[in-house]
């Protein structure tokens, strides 16, 4: 992980007000993609109804055609069934009963950006899959409570992953959270494992994009010809969600809010679990 201290943005005032537009309309479009998730609605409907909302709402998708070397993402949206972690493009392919359902909404509103992920079970889900997602969310918000001023990244990211592995999951390495704001990725970058006390130092008005992609088996991932979607090396089921997070002088700002949508496999869910 490379981090660049004196380049980590932090906002304040004014500053953060386009931000919060950009994160809760991005919220308001994921919670109405994932109304839909239903048998039989294939993922490339999903992906045409989000390219209508983010129209509508005078949004463009901040996925669409994303450069990395000389590819561009194809999606609107990223969307993933079961085995496939991240990067998911939208196609022909229906939605079955027992499926996980990984949606990821990013856009830019008047220069600012929107960003988050949610995991949308599709009953009847196997015991194993539902600790998956519990245990992933929890991990979310874990994490979200370490995300406060004065304290060090490394203690957020290693809670992260302390919690996952006591339920025998893995934490993908291959692709990480990220701060957030003007651009899509900024400073500094956010793995879901890490070393206690490890720098930099979290400080008020910094933004930062807290995603764990936890693994049913193996960490190992690969990536399919397509270039794009990423699947776990043992295909088993991998889950995904993501939270845009501003670290204020107090408790934690989640720009994305949302209700959680698993119960609980921990009480309390604080650091003191991490």
Known sequence: MSLSFDRIPTRH????DG???????GRDILLKAAALVQPGITTGEIDRFVAAELK????????????VGSKRFPGTI???LNEEVVHGIGSTREI???????????LSKNGWIG???LTIPVPPIAPDVQKLLSATEDALHIAIDWARDGLMLGDLCHSV???????????VRDFVGHGVGRKLHEEPQVPNYGTKGAKPRLRAGMTIAIEPMINLGVEQTRTLEDGW??????????????HVVLITTGEPEILTWRERTNPPLTHPLSRAVA
């Open 161 to 171: 992953e302390s919690y996952v592995r006591r339920f025998g999951l893995t934490v």
């Open 115 to 117: 960003d988050n992920a």
């Open 96 to 106: 079955k009963p027992g499926d996980i359902v990984k949606i990821d909404v990013g």
């Open 78 to 80: 990223c969307i993933g």
């Open 56 to 67: 509508a709402a005078g949004a463009t998708s901040a996925f669409l055609n994303y450069k």
């Open 229 to 242: 979607t990423v699947v776990t090396l043992d295909r088993k089921p991998s889950a995904h969600y993501e």
């Open 19 to 25: 931000l919060r537009r950009a994160c809760g309309l």
């Open 13 to 16: 005032g004014k500053a953060l």
